[in-house]
């Protein structure tokens, strides 16, 4: 395949900015396209959080920011960066649009659990911004991506833009877009009369287009105008087209289900690799697996429990209802029951983190909870636990258990989404002999328990748990052939007529 320009346009990428999973998606992608040869330049907002990882800065550009009521200038920089895994030209480049008004913040997209109120205008004029680069580009040094890849609402503004102005910077003008959609519970809906901010023509709020229920749906926007789609599971493409899973978008999604594939995720495997994992107590690896026990000692001391041959079962996770968290609550009553002891790594809903916090104080003896972000403590907690949790309503793919399976602790996983597409239930018959964890399917406190239940049972057969920790271990979650796929992907919607 011909080497092609790719810009990904993204509101994360890791480790710079990340709140979730979308960050290391979108630096494990654009690492694996590089290392395949492709020439790849990643964009986002210049943050706060950024400044502590820049080594030096290309730049600054000025850019001149004209569209309805997003006007001004912004510059834009390319960074270099601390310890970014591989050196040379096969990594991507990585740029920043700055606009300290807007960007410069101590959240992302909140604070305190409130949305910041212009989250429109700051995504619009970062798309915006965007395109004014594109242009910059162009003109200094003929630089003019086959393909802009967006992730989620806060990208989506660009197709709708691409698609919708009579321009002049003609090679620009036409460039396809390829937009991801990492979680459609997050569509990016604003009061109607926003629109007008937007600069668009008034044709783009109708239903066929952004207006959704007398709202602008800037997701909504994406999907329409994108030239093509995807998600990160081949699972959780099929559900999005359906009422149950689609939060209203399931209709425009099934008129584009022709430009819709779902692509599983991988992990950045050295990033996550036990061997060589510098967060964690003791280094292990499918061969020796003895580092194991010391990193769950060292975790159990970490959390203040009493240092014993118990499972330790684990949850790291955004604290949401998506998560299923409330699952965990309720199965709690039964499972603390048993010799058991469990570790919660969260931040999110005020009442899920009170709820946590209580179940703690009630059972200190066997149930630690940090109510923090912190990444070192995830890559810990993943090396030291026995079983991870993962009880999602919904999940488009879901990384912790791929992390999970690769450092030997089994997952129990509701069967859903990605979820379904990478963990292999031990009930599973036929696929049995291949099975890598636990899968329940009913989203409640009783059915979580009763999983869990069957899997201490095996916990107790050495030989059995010892060969399902093995299974998945050996799994290759990198990112190599999804990659490849997204190349297709991009080599097709490049080349459409
Ligand atoms: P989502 O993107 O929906 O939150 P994913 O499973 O795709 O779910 O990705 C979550 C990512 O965020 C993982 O890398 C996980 O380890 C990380 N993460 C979530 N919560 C925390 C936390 N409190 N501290 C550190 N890492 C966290
Ligand atoms: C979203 C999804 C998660 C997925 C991640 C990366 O945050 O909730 O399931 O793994 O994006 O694609």
Redesign the pocket.
């Known amino acids: 395949m011909k080497p092609l320009k790719i810009l990904m346009v993204t509101s994360e990428v890791s480790p710079l900015a990340k709140t979730?999973?979308?960050a290391?998606?979108v630096s494990g992608l654009s690492f694996a396209l590089a290392e395949l040869g492709h020439d790849v330049r990643i964009v986002l907002p210049r943050y706060s959080s950024i400044g502590n990882h820049v080594v030096s800065v290309i730049g600054p550009h000025m850019l001149d920011v004209r569209r309805g009521l997003m006007t001004g200038t912004a510059t834009a920089e390319e960074v270099a960066l601390r310890a970014m895994g591989a050196e040379g030209n096969r990594r991507p480049k990585f740029f920043t649009i700055r606009k300290d008004e807007y960007y410069a913040r101590s959240g992302l997209y909140q604070e305190s659990g409130k949305d910041y109120p212009d989250n429109l205008a700051r995504f619009a004029f970062f798309c915006s911004a965007v395109l004014e680069l594109m242009a910059l580009w162009e003109k200094v040094d003929g630089w003019i991506p086959d393909v802009v890849h967006g992730h989620d609402w806060q990208t989506s503004l660009l197709p709708v833009y691409l698609k919708s102005e009579v321009s002049n910077r003609s090679r620009v003008s036409v460039t396809r877009t390829l937009l991801t959609i990492?979680?459609i519970g997050y569509q990016g809906i604003f009061p109607g009369e926003q629109f007008e901010s937007l600069g668009l023509p008034l044709d783009r709020f109708t239903p066929r287009t952004l207006e959704f229920y007398g709202s602008v749906n800037v997701l909504k926007g994406g999907i329409i105008f994108a030239d093509a789609l995807t998600t990160?599971s081949p699972t959780y493409c099929r559900e999005i087209q359906t009422a149950e899973y689609g939060f209203g978008l399931e209709g425009v999604l099934r008129e584009r289900g022709d430009h819709l594939t779902g692509i599983v995720?991988g992990i950045d495997t050295v990033v996550w690799n036990p061997e060589t994992d510098p967060w964690i107590a003791a280094r292990y690896s499918i061969a020796d697996r003895s580092g194991k026990a010391t990193c769950k000692s060292a975790l159990q001391e970490e959390c203040g429990l009493p240092i014993r041959k118990v499972p330790l079962l684990a949850v790291v996770s955004r604290l949401v209802s998506?998560k299923g968290i409330d699952l965990v609550i309720d199965a709690a009553s039964i499972v603390l029951e048993r010799e058991v002891q469990l570790v919660v790594l969260g931040t999110g809903d005020p009442d899920l983190e009170a709820q946590l916090s209580a179940l703690e104080a009630r059972h200190a003896d066997k149930v630690k909870v940090f109510i923090k972000f912190d990444e070192g403590l995830s890559h810990r907690i993943q090396a030291g636990a026995d079983m991870f949790l993962v009880p999602s309503r919904y999940?488009?793919?879901?990384?912790t258990q791929l992390y999970s399976l690769r450092y030997g602790t089994v997952p129990i996983v509701r069967r859903t989404?990605?979820l379904a597409d990478t963990v292999v239930g031990v009930a599973d018959s036929p696929r049995r002999r291949k099975s890598t964890g636990f899968l329940f399917d009913e989203p409640s406190g009783t059915a979580l328990a009763t999983v869990i239940d069957s899997a201490l049972t095996k916990y107790r057969s050495k030989v059995l748990w010892s060969n399902l920790i093995l299974r998945g271990m050996q799994v290759d979650f990198s990112w190599e052939e999804s990659a490849r796929q997204y190349a297709k992907a991009y080599e097709a919607v490049a080349t459409r007529s």
């Open positions: 979730g999973g979308l290391d998606m990492h979680n990160v995720n998506q999940e488009p793919c879901g990384l989404g990605g």
